[in-house]
Every structure is written in C-alpha cells, then in structure tokens.
C-alpha cells in the first residue's frame, strides 16, 4: 500500500527555484509535515469503531521515514494471523463472504482470552458463546476506502504547504 503523489507544475516552479542553493531543503519541510498529518489520519481511520477491534492495526503505522530527497513512507505491514492478506487493506477495501477451507465452521473469537488460542489449537479451557463462536461462514464486509480519504487530504495539504513555500521563496 504505497500512495503517490504528482504535483503539476513542479517542474516550472523547480527551474525558478534553481537560482536558490538548495531547493530540495525549502520543500522537505512541507512534505515531511504532510506525511506525519497522514500518519496521524491513517491511525485514526484504522481504530475500530463499535464491534471492529483494530488496535494492532493502528498501532502498526511506522512513522514517517525519509527514503529519498523529498520523499517519506508511511507502511503497515500488520497481516492476518495466517500471513496472508494486509489488515489494513482488509479495512480499506472490505472482503467478500468468508468459508471454510480445511474445517466444517470457522472459529469467530469474542474476547481477548478466546483471540489468544493458538492457530489450529484445540478449544480446551475455552467457553462457546462466551470465549468464541463456530460460524458456518462470514458475510461480505464492505470496505472503507480510507486510503482514497487520506490520500486526497495529504494532497491538499500538501500544494497548501508547497504554494505558502514558494511564496515566501519568492519575497
């Protein structure tokens, strides 16, 4: 989950800028405030709200760390407890229903004590209904398409922040 930006026009405003000594440093300012502002929003968009449990998922943001000039990566690589989808891709673009593929039911925890048995262990020690429930399938979940919201504010934000920049680069 890598989110772009392009910036029309950033080249023109470059060639005048050049007569400056060092461009790159005027703007990394601005990008690196946009990318903690969208660190700070994807947190808030991956909490869950009501029944949806998602604290490990907002608290798997890294925070923003410069790759190149001009140029900071926020991830979340936080994955199922089998390994193989994104959560937060889960949250962002939902999924269809859910079956079983090795078992007749899917296991469905409810608390915090039936969330820690280990995957394929036995139920033993564990309460149905109370710790979890065996559910014959899921029903499809829409998703939130927080990623799209997130990344349409940074780039408001960010020609907010370049425009101001280059105003005051200019006086």
Do not use: C
């Amino acid at each position: 989950m890598q989110i772009k930006v392009e910036m029309i026009g950033l080249d023109s405003v470059l060639k005048k800028l050049k007569t400056l000594s060092e461009p790159e440093k005027i703007f990394d300012e601005a990008i690196k405030e946009t990318a903690i502002n969208a660190y700070r929003e994807l947190i808030t968009a991956t909490i869950g709200k009501k029944n949806l449990k998602t604290g490990n998922t907002s608290r798997a943001w890294t925070s923003p760390f410069k790759t190149s000039p001009m140029a900071y990566r926020v991830e979340n690589a936080y994955k199922s407890q089998d390994g193989q989808q994104l959560i937060a891709a889960l949250i962002d673009q939902g999924h269809g229903v859910i079956t079983p593929k090795r078992a007749k039911m899917l296991y469905i925890p409810l608390n915090r004590r039936g969330q820690m048995k280990p995957l394929y262990a036995k139920t033993t020690g564990l309460k149905r209904g109370v710790d979890f429930i065996l559910a014959k399938k899921v029903r499809a979940m829409p998703g939130t398409n927080y990623l799209q919201k997130v990344h349409d504010e940074a780039v408001k934000e960010l020609s907010r922040r370049v425009t101001l920049k280059v105003r005051e680069a200019i006086k």
